[in-house]
């Protein structure tokens, strides 16, 4: 089973996390909910998600991918999160899929693993480069860096870690049971 690891921080965006966590898992993805501001993490709308384990205890080789919602001060916590940077590093170094949604495109570029070509929520790019971003086109896939532009766009985003990590018949089928 693909597993998967999604960093929360106070101040997440709760519409994003809950899409990929609860589309991921549908599609057969483990998610493994990682708290880096605690165990109960604050989201940006006042919606509280209990993490299954604080980020400092995972065992990053054995994951698949990482995934992190956006949220701005919850980006920014990812971005300076000593922790949170080096997982980002080292599934880069291992070839493993990087995801980042909304704002969280900025934590990738802090870690310096962000891909050519990406796209985030409208403005950040003038915090990342604007080189190589795609403002018109919901979910960018370069190499194995995925990035999307925000709420609007969660459910394409999730849709294609799916496909990504569990192939174009799982895809369809939760796509279809989704009616997306």
């Given at each position: 089973?693909?597993?998967?690891?999604?960093?929360?921080?106070?101040?997440?965006?709760?519409?994003?996390?809950?899409?990929?966590?609860?589309?991921?898992?549908?599609?057969?993805?483990?998610?493994?909910?990682?708290?880096?501001?605690?165990?109960?993490?604050?989201?940006?709308?006042?919606?509280?998600?209990?993490a299954?384990?604080?980020?400092?205890?995972?065992?990053?080789?054995?994951?698949?991918?990482?995934?992190?919602?956006?949220?701005?001060?919850?980006?920014?916590?990812?971005?300076?999160?000593?922790?949170?940077?080096?997982?980002?590093?080292?599934?880069?170094?291992?070839?493993?899929?990087?995801?980042?949604?909304?704002?969280?495109?900025?934590?990738?570029?802090?870690?310096?693993?962000?891909?050519?070509?990406?796209?985030?929520?409208?403005?950040?790019?003038?915090?990342?480069?604007?080189?190589?971003?795609?403002?018109?086109?919901?979910?960018?896939?370069?190499?194995?860096?995925?990035?999307?532009?925000?709420?609007?766009?969660a459910?394409?985003?999730?849709?294609?870690?799916?496909?990504?990590l569990?192939?174009?018949?799982?895809?369809?089928?939760?796509?279809?049971?989704i009616?997306?």
């Amino acid at each position: 089973m693909k597993k998967m690891l999604v960093p929360l921080a106070d101040g997440f965006e709760e519409v994003e996390a809950t899409t990929i966590i609860d589309l991921c898992r549908r599609g057969g993805i483990e998610v493994t909910v990682a708290g880096v501001s605690g165990m109960n993490i604050l989201g940006g709308q006042g919606i509280t998600i209990v993490a299954d384990c604080l980020i400092d205890s995972v065992e990053i080789d054995s994951f698949d991918m990482i995934t992190l919602p956006g949220g701005l001060a919850g980006t920014m916590v990812l971005s300076e999160s000593e922790v949170v940077q080096s997982i980002l590093k080292r599934m880069k170094e291992q070839d493993k899929y990087i995801g980042a949604i909304c704002a969280a495109p900025l934590a990738l570029h802090t870690a310096d693993v962000l891909n050519e070509d990406f796209t985030c929520y409208p403005s950040i790019e003038n915090q990342i480069r604007v080189e190589g971003y795609h403002k018109g086109q919901p979910t960018i896939l370069d190499g194995k860096v995925m990035t999307s532009q925000g709420v609007g766009t969660a459910i394409d985003f999730a849709l294609n870690i799916v496909l990504e990590l569990q192939g174009e018949s799982t895809f369809q089928k939760l796509k279809d049971s989704i009616l997306a």
